[in-house]
């Protein structure tokens, strides 16, 4: 026997017909239990919104964010919040920005940035690294950081204090264009809704 033939669009079941034609993204092929990219993205989003709706000239608030990187690096954990921000109001910055800058060195990352900040710093000071890189990422107080000794407190305050200094100043321009962007982004949707009100407060 032959093949049956084909059904015309117009024969299509209707559950066949019903089903959204939707692009097929290699991401939601993934298993349910994967999806962290999906909530990474919206993470990612917000904080995007929030910093491009921040007060203040780009700048201002560039270099908010900028001070907030730089005190994230320290070994201050635990007080960085409370320094950032009156740093931030002594240099006439964004505040708010600073804040979230902070976050920069989180209860996921602090351990990997305080590792690196030690062996920067134990380099320039001339120590020797006694600290093991596993070692390293029990630093996640300030009581662990007494603990450990007062030179893997100044190469983690040395290091700190380079390797801010750097993230810092690398932060400001790409955070810049991104401010301006979003603003501008922004802006065009604002113009886009007051002309389709007016539009249609002419046709009333």
């Known amino acids: 026997m032959g093949d049956p033939p084909l059904l015309s669009d117009s024969k299509k079941s209707p559950v066949a017909s019903a089903e959204p034609r939707r692009p097929s ?53 635990g007080a960085q919040m409370l320094i950032a921000i009156p740093l931030a109001s002594l240099l006439r910055v964004n505040s708010a920005a600073a804040a979230l800058g902070v976050w920069l060195t ?22 020797e690294a006694s600290m ?21 407190l100044l190469s983690l305050a040395v290091g700190g204090l380079v390797v801010g200094a750097v993230l810092a100043l690398a932060s400001f321009h790409p955070t810049l264009y991104m401010i301006r962007a ?3 982004t922004l ?13 249609k407060g002419k046709r009333r």
């Open 25 to 77: 993204w290699p991401l939601r092929d993934w298993a349910s239990g994967l999806r962290t990219d999906q909530q990474g993205r919206g993470i990612f989003r917000r904080m995007f919104d929030y910093v491009i709706r921040l007060h203040g000239s780009p700048e201002d608030v560039a270099w908010g964010l900028a001070v907030g990187i730089f005190v994230a690096m320290t070994p201050t954990v």
């Open 106 to 127: 989180n209860p996921l990352t602090l351990p990997f940035f305080y590792s690196l900040t030690y062996f920067v710093g134990a380099r320039i000071c001339g120590f």
């Open 132 to 152: 093991r890189l596993g070692e390293g990422f029990a630093l996640t107080s300030l009581s662990s950081l007494w603990e450990a000794g007062s030179h893997v």
């Open 182 to 184: 979003g603003r501008a």
């Open 187 to 199: 802006q065009r949707r604002r113009e886009r809704r007051q002309n389709r009100r007016r539009r």
